[in-house]
T-cell receptor, first 111, second 115 residues
Framework: NAGVTQTPKFRVLKTGQSMTLLCAQD?????MYWYRQDPGMGLRLIHY???????AKGEVPDGYNVSRLKKQNFLLGLESAAPSQTSVYFC??????????FGQGTRLTVV | GENVEQHPSTLSVQEGDSAVIKCTYS??????FPWYKQELGKRPQLIID?????GEKKDQRIAVTLNKTAKHFSLHITETQPEDSAVYFC??????????????FGQGTTLQVKP
């Protein structure tokens, strides 16, 4: 039982490049979330999903897209990376909004 | 939209003293309030949570109180130890039929416990 796994753990992108972050959970959770963590800003919700095939915008969705084609996976895409998207990204999942379990985080640097 | 404010942003205490972190929320329909601890370089992990049908919950040295009228909740850590040093996050969401799926976090409090 791996819990929540994020891929990759580290990445450096050039401005304008695109990439996809993968989150996988093996707990059969309905809800999944993507957060970004910046110093002094806490955990800010980017997008979330309450079930397979559904997605919704969070607090800071601009510049990101997501997809939830399978219940266990939640993908976060950056179409054209900007330096302002340099951050640590966390994925999380929960059973209907209860305790959230987090992945180990992805440290993304955009140069 | 929903908003969660957390204070203070940093807190330094002597080992053995108590620490209190406070949060306020904007959505009166919120009914689930978890607290997470994040050690340096690690992922956030749940340490305690409270639902709106109770006013206080304790688990050994940690406790959480909730004031629904004032829309604020607090984390209390007694007899602090160096291993309590971490970043603490409060959060708010809605469980049950009114659950929209959103889990909104406060800005975090960096707690330092000095030996």
């Amino acid at each position: 039982n791996a819990g929540v796994t994020q891929t990759p753990k580290f990445r450096v992108l050039k401005t304008g490049q695109s990439m996809t972050l993968l989150c996988a959970q093996d707990m059969n959770h309905e809800y999944m979330y993507w957060y970004r963590q910046d110093p002094g800003m806490g955990l800010r919700l980017i997008h979330y999903s309450v079930g397979e095939g559904t997605t919704a915008k969070g607090e800071v969705p601009d510049g990101y897209n997501v997809s939830r084609l399978k219940k266990q996976n939640f993908l976060l895409g950056l179409e054209s990376a900007a330096p302002s998207q340099t951050s640590v990204y966390f994925c999380a999942s929960s059973r209907q909004g209860r305790e959230a379990f987090f992945g180990q985080g992805t440290r993304l640097t955009v140069v | 939209g929903e908003n969660v404010e957390q204070h203070p942003s940093t807190l330094s205490v002597q080992e053995g003293d108590s620490a209190v972190i406070k949060c306020t929320y904007s959505d009166s329909a919120s009914n689930y309030f978890p607290w997470y601890k994040q050690e340096l370089g690690k992922r956030p992990q749940l340490i305690i949570d409270i639902r709106s049908n109770v006013g206080e919950k304790k688990d050994q040295r940690i406790a959480v109180t909730l004031n629904k009228t004032a829309k604020h909740f607090s984390l209390h850590i007694t007899e602090t130890q160096p291993e309590d040093s971490a970043v603490y996050f409060c959060a708010a969401s809605k469980e049950g039929s009114s659950n929209t799926g959103k889990l909104i976090f406060g800005q975090g409090t960096t707690l330092q416990v000095k030996p």
